[in-house]
């Protein structure tokens, strides 16, 4: 039988006190316990609840004041518009004075599977796309992680600014007209490599957005999908009747 990796004693400590902080044990603005008596609540050492604490301000949950300790955060959910989704990430963030950036974590050629060809109206199967794959921050803190797929023209054109901005927005301004969108919102839990990206716990809630973004002539551009986080955004769509 496989040995089991035992977690970490800070990551162990950073999830229960995430825990208490979503049942609203800790309420917003409130100060933690010091780290003197973590230490002592959870038999550790006081560089292992420091360990803790780091975790959690990574995640967004809590901010340290000095001299006085850590405070529970807000939580403030940032909402994307699906009204018109293209203008998607950072036109919405920049609207909610966040601040947004990306972190490119892989940008590389591999063999499509059927699934991408047809979604790009390619004529091979398994043909050469590229691969990006990038983390989404707003305010520094890791919200979503994006991994798309670009026709091998567009990708090796724009490859330098592609890792540098967001996807939409960098197509529009190299002069690929953005013409229509379709869109797909799904549900699933973090993998360990999607826990290990946004910072959060195994298992932790996530919002899957599944889109293909159309140029000109409904060329496909790029398809893909955003894994966010559940507890830090939400989509938002206004709706009217045809008068």
């Not at 670009?150 to 330098?160: C, G, K, Q, R, S």
């Not at 953005?178 to 959060?200: F, G, R």
């Not at 140029?215 to 999908?225: I, M, R, S, Y």
């Amino acid at each position: 039988m496989a040995k089991q990796t035992k977690k970490p004693l800070h990551r162990i400590i950073s999830e229960k006190l995430r825990t208490e902080i979503e049942a609203g044990v800790y309420s917003p603005g409130e100060l933690l316990p010091s780290e003197f008596d973590l230490g002592a609540l959870f038999g550790v050492s006081r560089t292992t609840v420091r360990k803790a604490i780091a975790n959690l301000i990574n995640q967004g949950l809590v901010y340290t004041q000095q001299g006085k300790g850590a405070f529970v955060k807000q939580q403030q959910k940032i909402s994307f518009s699906l009204s018109n989704p293209l203008t998607f990430f950072n036109e919405d963030l920049s609207r909610q004075g966040i601040t947004g950036e990306i972190c490119n974590l892989s940008f590389q050629l591999i063999k499509a599977s059927s699934e991408i060809c047809t979604q790009l109206e390619l004529s091979q199967p398994k043909t050469e796309v590229y691969q990006q794959q990038k983390i989404i921050l707003a305010d520094r803190q890791a919200i979503a992680l994006d991994i798309s797929y670009f026709p091998v023209d567009i990708a090796e054109n724009l490859a330098e600014l592609l890792q540098m901005g967001f996807t939409y927005a960098t197509l529009h301004q190299s002069g690929y007209y953005l013409a229509s969108t379709e869109v797909v919102l799904e549900s699933t839990h973090a993998t360990s490599d999607i826990a290990e990206h946004l910072q959060v716990p195994l298992g932790t809630p996530i919002l899957v957005y599944r889109y293909v973004a159309y140029g000109k002539k409904q060329q496909p551009l790029v398809c893909g999908e955003t894994l966010s986080r559940a507890d830090r955004t939400c989509y938002s769509v206004s709706l009217k009747n045809k008068i």
